[in-house]
Structures are given as C-alpha cells and as structure tokens.
T-cell receptor
Framework: NAGVTQTPKFQVLKTGQSMTLQCAQD?????MSWYRQDPGMGLRLIHY???????DQGEVPNGYNVSRSTTEDFPLRLLSAAPSQTSVYFC???????????FGDGTRLSIL | AQKITQTQPGMFVQEKEAVTLDCTYD???????LFWYKQPSSGEMIFLIY??????QNATEGRYSLNFQKARKSANLVISASQLGDSAMYFC????????????FGSGTQLTVLP
C-alpha cells in the first residue's frame, strides 16, 4: 500500500551543491510529474513523463533534470543548487490523464 | 494555456455549516476536467473530487460536491456540514491541454472551520 514514495523528506543544501530527489510508485502508472510549491502558492510543474524513456519540461524546468529509465522511478536532479530552489517538492503519478494524480508526501528542501 | 483563478485567499465557516470555495478557469480545450485537492497543515495533497466537462450531472463525493457552471467557467467546491478536520488549504486544478495533461493549479483557498 505504498503509493508514491519520496525521499528524503527534508534536506538542507549549500549553494552550488547537487542532489537527487527520489520518487517511486508501485501502481504501474505511466504518468509521473514533479511539482514545486512555494509559500502561499499552488503547485507549479517542473518536469513530467508519460512513460519510461519519455520526459518533457513543465512550467519551471530551469535548474532541474529528470530521467525515466523505469516505469516505477522518476528522480529529480538539482545540478547546482540555488537559494531560489528552496521549496517543497512533490512527485505525483496517475494512470492516465483523466484519473486523479496521487501525490507523495513531499520533500522540504532548503538551500543556504 | 489554461488559467485557474481562486479569488478567496482565506475563508471561515462555522462547524456544521456549508461552505463554497470558488474556482474559475480559462481554457480553449473543447474537453477538459477540474480536480479539487485538499492540503492539510501536515502537507500532503489529498484528491477530493473530479468532474469532466461532458459530465451531465455535478459530481459528488460524500460531503463534497462540485457546482460546475460551464457558461460561467466556474467549478466551485461545496463542502456540506463542515467539520473541524476540514480546515486546510484547498486547490483547484485543471489538466494541461495536449497528451500529457499535467495539472495547472490555482493559488488555493485556506479554509478555517470554527467550533
């Protein structure tokens, strides 16, 4: 009954460091997405994937990379962290476009 | 491109009363849908209700219902018999056009249920 699992739950980085946020789902969903949520705002789409080997940019992709080598996993990489990337990051998956997205619990990321 | 507008940053409601949270949208897609999500203070995103533009009747899920008015481009969430546990942030969202159909979110409404 795992659903969408995100790790880590919290992370503090220094400016310029790199890291990977992990996301895994066990529901065999084709659609997966990464969103960021800044204080007082809704979620904004960073990158998304409609299946293994297929990724595309969302609304705010700069500074982030993704890959989708398997159906289950969709990691998000920060290549050189910047304070502007301080945010809460959510991974989500869905079976198809008209089904609700299932969200992970989020990763709270602070860049100093 | 889609646009979702939630004009109520904060709302208060007395316990056991009904409350309506507003959501208006703008899209050029002939076929679309609207989702509502709840985000409690613990931070997780919880799916509440969905309605497609071609659905004949307004969607209902327990105490949640959608007041979908296509001519006005509004999809308001109605919560009946409010409970203290309903205090949370509520987001309206619409899938993007095209094959990927990822979500565009409104800015949210913070609902506080008063005892």
């Amino acid at each position: 009954n795992a659903g969408v699992t995100q790790t880590p739950k919290f992370q503090v980085l220094k400016t310029g460091q790199s890291m990977t946020l992990q996301c895994a789902q066990d529901m065999n969903h084709e659609y997966m997405s990464w969103y960021r949520q800044d204080p007082g705002m809704g979620l904004r789409l960073i990158h998304y994937s409609v299946g293994a080997g297929i990724t595309d940019q969302g609304e705010v992709p700069n500074g982030y990379n993704v890959s989708r080598s398997t159906t289950e996993d969709f990691p998000l990489r920060l290549l050189s962290a910047a304070p502007s990337q301080t945010s809460v990051y959510f991974c989500a998956s869905s079976y198809n476009s008209n089904q609700p997205q299932h969200f992970g619990d989020g990763t709270r990321l602070s860049i100093l | 491109a889609q646009k979702i507008t939630q004009t109520q940053p904060g709302m208060f409601v007395q316990e056991k009363e009904a409350v309506t949270l507003d959501c208006t949208y703008d899209t050029s897609d002939p076929s679309y849908g609207l989702f509502w999500y709840k985000q409690p203070s613990s931070g997780e995103m919880i799916f509440l209700i969905y309605q497609g533009s071609y659905d004949q009747q307004n969607a209902t899920e327990g105490r949640y219902s959608l007041n979908f008015q296509k001519a006005r481009k509004s999809a308001n969430l109605v919560i009946s018999a409010s409970q203290l546990g309903d205090s949370a942030m509520y987001f309206c969202a619409m899938p993007h056009s095209g094959s990927a159909r990822q979500l565009t979110f409104g800015s949210g409404t913070q609902l506080t249920v008063l005892p």
